[in-house]
């Protein structure tokens, strides 16, 4: 948890000449709140033996997203008697849990904006900055996927009444503005050369003051993929423990580490507008997966359930021998997904809704679900 006190005191006339009433002294204090469903959602989808290198693999991976620290502060104060008009604005480096900053504010009624580690996600900028009401985090633009957002990026809003006379204090609440998606594929049944994916459906900027959400750009993050097999020794032992823990018993073969692909960037609307059959879809992921023969296999995978601020979604699957998605299990045995007796075509796994594959795809060749 970061913590960093503000204090002010003295005279406020290098900020406004024409600003009387300064208050004495004010201490605000700012912290990063950052609550996510990481480990259930890991125990949930990763939990298996055979999940345990890719599940350790991801958490170093996400070591650098889910941070619990600001390595820069930007705050702007907006004055309503001003018609909400920046008029006050400091930015610090901290790279620090704690520290404590010196401000001098003019006594007046504000809304205060703020963002954290703003310069650790490039491809974020903060624009609107003299209107409160338009601040906004905007993904820039790109007629290319965008690249995956390296880091946590936080920001804040409150209401702040700032007097002429006597001690005040002030607490300022961070909240994690972007979020996680993973899709895990055990690959067994195919030969994969190379694999990628990229996710659309997701908002491309972030309004702070209203902590809403928009998606005029139809932006396409590009997803990452997460390498395991440095952490088959780590994570289940020696190199014969980890030959053995490659050799699947039941089918008396050898099994392959599972594939990961993640991405971090904002997140999905709330509800779909489109639907695959009778189930909305809320965001997309398009997996291209090459095999050995050199052909690709596009899935686009629709999912029904919200990806939501500071959350981690992992999507799991399998992959068939021709390249495509499926999930639930294309072999026995497995464990079967819920039953769904209300709606008998409900997929085992409700965050996918549905999957259209296209076999031997190449660039310029593209699909729709049905609308």
């Known amino acids: 948890m970061l913590l960093a006190s503000l204090a002010t005191s003295g005279s406020c006339a290098l900020i ?13 204090t700012c912290t990063v709140n950052l609550v996510n469903n990481k480990e259930e959602e890991l125990n949930d989808k990763l939990g298996t033996l055979h999940d345990l290198p890719l599940r350790a693999a991801l958490e170093d991976y996400l070591s ?21 008009k920046m008029t006050f604005r400091e930015s610090e480096v901290m790279d620090a849990e ?7 504010v003019p006594a007046s009624d504000y809304r205060v904006a703020a963002v954290a580690n703003l310069s650790a996600v490039p491809m974020l900028s903060l624009q609107g900055e003299e209107d409160g009401y338009a601040l906004s985090l905007v993904q820039k633009a790109s007629k290319d996927p965008v690249p995956s ?9 409150r209401r702040m009444l700032v007097r002429d006379e006597g001690d005040q204090s002030f607490d300022l609440n961070f909240h ?14 195919c030969e994969v050369r190379s694999i990628r994916a990229t996710f659309s459906g997701l908002a491309d900027t972030f309004r702070i003051l209203d902590s809403a959400y928009s998606f005029d750009q139809h932006i396409v993050l590009e997803a990452k993929v997460v390498d395991a097999s440095p952490y088959v020794s780590s994570t ?10 490659l050799y699947d018993i039941f089918w008396e073969r050898w099994t392959k580490l599972p594939l990961m692909v993640c991405g971090v960037g904002f997140p999905s609307p709330s509800v779909g507008s489109a ?28 999912i029904g359930k919200p990806l939501e601020p500071s959350r981690l979604m992992i999507v799991k699957g399998w992959l068939t021998a021709n390249g495509s998605f499926m999930n639930t299990p294309p072999h026995q045995p497995y464990l079967p997904g819920p039953e769904f007796p209300d709606n008998p075509d409900q997929p085992a796994d409700s965050t996918v809704v549905g ?3 296209m076999l031997n795809w190449t660039e310029g060749m593209n699909q729709s679900p049905d609308l």
């Open 16 to 28: 406004d000449e024409q600003q009387k009433n300064c208050p004495e002294e004010m201490e605000m």
């Open 64 to 84: 650098d997203v889910f941070v619990d620290d600001a390595h820069d502060v930007d705050m702007l104060f907006y004055d309503q008697r001003r018609r909400g």
């Open 98 to 104: 704690q520290r404590v900053f010196s401000l001098q």
């Open 149 to 157: 957002h390296p880091s946590a990026i936080y920001a804040a809003r």
């Open 176 to 189: 994690m503005a972007n979020t996680v998606a993973a899709v895990a594929l055990n690959c067994d049944s």
């Open 236 to 245: 289940v032992g020696n190199d014969e423990e980890a030959e053995r823990f």
């Open 275 to 302: 639907v695959v059959g009778t189930y909305p879809i809320i965001w997309t992921v398009n997996l291209y997966v090459t095999l050995a023969d050199g052909s690709t296999t596009r899935n686009d995978i629709y």
């Open 355 to 357: 999957v259209t594959v």
